[in-house]
């Protein structure tokens, strides 16, 4: 078991921090508890020497609360980034369940966005409290944004990334890395994904006296299921998954809450299906390797129509675009492994992680550089059996308070590179 590397007083100040933010119900939308999650952690910032304000703006007329924090002695409106200069440190409060009354079993912490990611927030509070007992100060840049809603990724959090992290030098976000043993891992690299719809009409019939007649939707729409599917590689390969599929007449395939009984019954067991509908998303890597897949995925649509005398479109909902790892970014990843290093922790690099973050969301083009997972690491996210790691959590303090005292060396230089 390797040996604590945070201060006693420093850990145990965090994890009551995070057992406290925990105790606080903030699921998205939730703004009575997402209003007090964020007055508490305004405070807990304040208390480590930065100057806080909270903003209302990004689209919704009732207002939700966006923290934004720099250093106490930097002066200036908070809200004015410094073009192409600010690190930009980010995170958000909401979860997607209310709050479970945190409890703490051996090395776990249980409770309701504990990792994902309130255990990444107290990670950074408790990095800077660590830093001001070294007589090391953050970088002068350094830009906290944290966001109500990044669970749903809502207007709050593209607002935040578009107008901040796309003019920063630099994106941290505070997602939760994974623990492997002795040791952990930091995220450079994360897939995009597409959000589609596959359509498929075909003719109905009576399945017993017409069977030959009829052009049944739904196995199309089956086949392109599992040629779809079939697509998906592991490691950097793309993944398609095909989430659900509803099938029948076309009035209850287009409304299906019109008759919803109708699941269970024996009736209409008799028609060959006209309509099917299938949605769901498909990930990918690297930004070339998209345009590859949806021609893959049109090419399949176009076969399966002929050869079944269906009719079949295919259509992209939703696109987010990658995070693609690059040298500057390593380069980063491998200063902090350096880090690292020193306390006994070694570091993995993850440039394949499939959800999404913040980076994700990056203007096109952007020359920022992006760092991710940088909080503890834990389990059970989204759900109500979710843990963080309070050995992660030990490790992950000293490593963020030595990756930004480092930064602040370094900040003259572009995304960390010394000038």
């Known amino acids: 078991m390797q040996p604590q590397i945070t201060p006693p007083e420093i850990l145990s100040e965090t994890v009551a921090l995070l057992e406290a933010m925990c105790a606080l119900s903030s699921p998205t939308g939730d703004r009575e508890g997402m209003a007090a999650a964020m007055a508490h952690y305004r405070h807990a910032l304040e208390d480590v020497g930065l100057r806080v304000d909270t903003i209302l703006e990004a689209g919704d007329a009732r207002g939700q609360p966006m923290l934004l924090a720099r250093p106490a002695g930097i002066p200036g409106p908070l809200q004015s980034a410094k073009r192409g200069a600010d690190l930009v440190v980010i995170g958000h409060l909401d979860t997607v369940l209310p709050a479970r009354s945190p409890s703490i079993e051996g090395d776990r912490l249980l409770a309701t966005g504990s990792a994902d990611m309130k255990g990444g927030m107290a990670t950074l509070v408790g990095a800077l409290r660590l830093l001001a007992t070294q007589d090391k100060r953050p970088p002068g840049d350094l830009l906290v944004v944290v966001v109500p809603d990044e669970e749903i990724l809502g207007p709050y959090t593209q607002h935040a990334v578009e107008a901040f992290g796309g003019n920063a ?78 099938a ?134 989204h759900t109500r059996d979710e843990w963080v790691d309070l050995v992660s959590l030990d490790r992950r303090i000293t490593l963020l308070a030595d990756l930004l005292a480092s930064e602040a060396e370094y900040e003259e230089g572009p995304g960390g590179a010394p000038s």
């Open 248 to 381: 029948a007449d076309q009035d209850f395939a287009d409304a299906p809450s019109s008759d919803p009984a109708l699941f269970g019954s024996s009736r209409q067991l008799n028609v060959v299906p006209d309509r099917a509908i299938v949605e769901g998303e498909a990930r990918f890597l690297a930004p070339k390797d998209g345009p590859a897949l949806l021609a893959a995925l049109e090419r399949i649509t176009q076969e399966i129509a002929a050869r079944c005398e269906v009719e079949m479109t295919f259509a992209v909902t939703k696109r987010v675009a990658p995070m693609s790892a690059d040298g500057r970014s390593r380069a980063v990843a491998e200063r902090y492994g350096a880090l690292a290093a020193r306390h006994g922790v070694g570091l993995e690099v993850e440039d394949a992680r499939g959800g999404l973050s913040f980076p994700n969301m990056l203007p096109s083009g952007a020359a920022t550089i992006a760092i991710d997972g940088l909080g503890p690491a834990g389990g059970g996210l």
């Open 169 to 246: 030098r630099a994106l941290w976000s505070l997602e939760p890395g994974k623990r492997r043993g002795d040791r952990e891992t930091v995220v450079i690299g994360r897939r995009g994904l597409y959000n589609w719809r596959l359509a498929s009409r075909g003719r109905g019939a009576h399945a017993g006296g017409a069977y030959w007649q009829g052009r049944s939707a739904l196995v199309a729409a089956a086949d392109w299921c599992r040629q779809a599917a079939a697509l998906s590689r592991p490691d950097a390969g793309p993944t398609i998954n095909p989430a659900r599929m509803i």
